[in-house]
């Protein structure tokens, strides 16, 4: 048997606690999911990485990244083990993770004091449905516990933009950002600056373009893209401007490929379309085409970190 507990009663019971913002995205085609947790302190943080990393389960991977937690993960089940940390030391990680319509399910189990971060730190966090206790659940001190999460479930939408500048006005990568901090439909998670190849003859001062990622509900996505569109319009300066929109988790490789050879190669523009059709990409012109290349580019280089800031001579 099982009770069911609130945000608002888990705050009651227990007090108020420390999950800042707790979010489950899925990219169901690929069969994987993204947790994106954050803190009100980097000390927990540390910790919850680095015990989830060891019980596995249905987590993949950890990254601690502009204050947050990133777990990647495959929606399923998988055993976890909690290695040669038992109760002198504590434990946690997800055993379950499952979409049940616009929501998802994740089946946490925690030792000794992990159980205080799954019974009663996330449950209580505002992005949070409702947690499902055992009837049996303790927390804290060397109890073994689990519990079930239910979260809204959210899809990643990338959006990449550029051509928004003239070499008087404007900078494409304020505008992303503005975009990204302004933007009412879904929430705001990550924001990009791709250096492009310095010798494209028709760059403004950097050759940059740039890039936002969303966590969204699927039926906001139209939403979405029509307010970055008029969003990106009301910015920008140029007769060029271009933005893309990309959802999933996983950038295809071919796309990465792509972005990656902008920073050395001098594409024209149907080479940017082919690109897009080939792999998921929606084109928009914004108020010209221009910026098409730098735009697929950003898509193709959102998930590559430090190196889409970079030219490849930087990582050598």
């Given amino acids: 048997m099982t009770y069911v507990l609130t945000p608002e009663q888990v705050r009651e019971r227990y007090g108020p606690m420390f999950c800042k913002s707790f979010l489950t995205i899925v990219d ?20 919850d990485a680095v015990n989830r990393r060891r019980t596995k389960g249905v987590i993949t991977n950890v990254d601690l990244k502009s204050g947050a937690i990133v777990m990647d993960a495959v ?11 038992q109760i002198d030391t504590g434990g946690q990680g997800i055993k379950a993770l499952k979409v049940e ?75 992303s950002m503005r975009l990204g901090t302004q933007c009412p439909i879904g929430r705001f998670i990550e924001h990009r600056i791709i250096q492009l190849n310095p010798k494209a003859p028709n760059k403004t001062t ?6 936002v990622s969303f966590a969204v509900r699927e039926e906001d996505i139209p939403a979405l893209v029509e307010f970055a569109t008029e969003f990106v319009r009301k910015e920008s300066y140029s007769d060029d401007t271009v933005i893309t929109v990309y959802k999933g988790l996983k950038v295809p490789k071919a796309l990465q490929d792509f972005g ?3 920073k050395t ?11 897009a059709e080939e792999n998921g990409v929606q084109i928009i012109s914004v108020t010209g085409m221009k910026g098409v290349i730098g735009a697929v580019a950003a898509i193709g280089c959102f998930d590559m970190g430090e190196e889409a800031a970079g030219i490849p001579e930087d990582f050598e």
């Fill in 75 to 85: 929606i399923g089940e998988r055993d976890i083990s909690f290695g040669p940390v």
């Fill in 28 to 47: 169901e085609e690929r069969g994987v999911a993204q947790i994106i947790e954050r803190c009100v302190a980097q000390g927990p943080e540390e910790w």
């Fill in 265 to 275: 190669v001098l594409y024209k523009p149907e080479d940017a379309i082919r690109a």
């Fill in 260 to 262: 990656w050879s902008c």
């Fill in 206 to 211: 950097n050759c940059c373009s740039t890039a």
């Fill in 101 to 175: 319509g616009d929501e998802v399910r994740t089946t946490w189990y925690g030792i000794a004091g992990a159980s205080v971060g799954i019974g009663a730190c996330i449950p209580q966090c505002p992005d949070v449905i409702r947690t499902e206790y055992p009837d049996d659940f303790k927390i804290g001190g060397a109890h073994r516990a689990h519990v079930d999460i239910i979260t809204p479930k959210y899809v990643r939408v990338v959006i990449g933009v550029d051509d928004t500048d003239t070499k008087e006005k404007g900078a494409s990568w304020v505008t």
